[in-house]
């Protein structure tokens, strides 16, 4: 098994789907990144199949809200939306979408579209080797991550320690 980051997943979906009839909406983002990462895609991955882009508020989104947006999603034919919002944020949203949509995927890959669009630097290879990418991005920005790492690394550590001791 090898690890798989949502960036690199993003990377190789956008190059394999190019030229297919895969359509793709972007869901994510500060104001104005989605729509910068859509140009990205045409220019880095010649993807010209992102039929549409959203970036949630920042704040809970109502149901009415996350209605309009499925209404929006469905009508564009779209077959994947790729959710780059923060953990947890990102799965609630994806799951509270579900009953909106009806597409083939709903993908959520963390900070791709900002990675993408190049707003934030990825780790270098060695520290990605290490998977150690996510003490890189503390480093880089400590205010925004420490409190979500400090509760997100420990339960990570906790179920994979888990899943090795009943595997054995």
């Known amino acids: ?49 992102i039929v549409g882009c959203y970036s949630p508020p920042f704040r809970l989104m109502t149901d009415e809200e996350l209605k309009a947006l499925g209404d929006d999603i469905n009508s564009t034919g779209a077959d994947i939306v790729w959710i780059g919002l923060s953990t947890p944020k990102q799965e609630f949203f994806a799951h509270r979408l579900t ?28 520290i990605q080797s290490l998977y150690l990418e996510w003490f890189f991005r503390l480093c880089i920005d400590p205010q925004r991550l420490w409190k979500r790492y400090l509760e997100i690394v420990p339960k990570f550590i906790f179920y994979n320690i888990k899943e090795l001791l009943l595997k054995t």
Request: aromatic residues 12%; proline residues 3%; contains cysteine.
């Open 99 to 126: 009953k909106y949509v009806n597409v083939h995927f709903i993908i959520t890959v963390g900070a791709a579209f900002d990675f993408h669009t190049d707003k934030i630097r990825e780790a270098p290879w060695i």
């Open 1 to 49: 098994m090898k690890q798989v980051t949502g960036p690199d997943y993003f990377k190789s979906i956008m190059e394999e789907s190019s030229g297919k009839q895969i359509k793709h909406y972007f869901c994510g983002g500060k104001e104005g990144v989605a729509e910068e990462l859509k140009l990205h895609c045409e220019k880095k991955f010649n993807n010209h199949n």
